[in-house]
């Protein structure tokens, strides 16, 4: 069982930056893939990112690339967002979500967070 808190949500400007953190219980995080998605309203849930368990391996939405950074520390069971450059499109509820599987389809992530509110004004 793992349990999902994101936090770092908020008002920013066009051209800003956030920073979104998870922070994950239980002793399983340092095996599991961790993804963000974010759902806008109307709109679907879609995928943002995604990072292999050992975070050698990473890849993002083509509208995200060269803007977003995902990075996780094993030790303090947290997976970080880095979001520069942010856009008005990206405004959304951010989740992240963990998965036992490599390459996890949206299916198959097994844990959710409660979402944290990231606004971008233009």
């Known amino acids: 069982q793992v349990q999902l808190v994101e936090s770092g949500g908020g008002l920013v400007q066009a051209g800003g930056s956030l920073s979104l953190s998870c922070a994950a219980s239980g002793s399983t995080f340092s095996s599991c893939t961790m993804g963000w998605f974010r759902q806008a309203p109307g709109k679907e849930r879609e995928f943002v990112a995604e990072?292999?368990?050992?975070?050698?391996?990473?890849s993002y939405a083509d509208s995200v690339k060269g803007r977003f950074t995902i990075s996780r520390d094993n030790g303090k069971n947290t997976v970080y967002l880095q979001m520069n450059s942010l856009k008005p499109e990206d405004t959304a509820v951010y989740y992240c979500?963990?998965?036992?599987?490599?390459?996890?389809?949206?299916?198959?992530?097994?844990?959710w967070g409660q979402g944290t509110q990231v606004t971008v004004s233009s």
């Open positions: 990072i292999s368990w050992s975070g050698g391996s990473t």
């Open positions: 979500a963990a998965s036992y599987r490599r390459n996890p389809l949206f299916s198959e992530y097994d844990y």
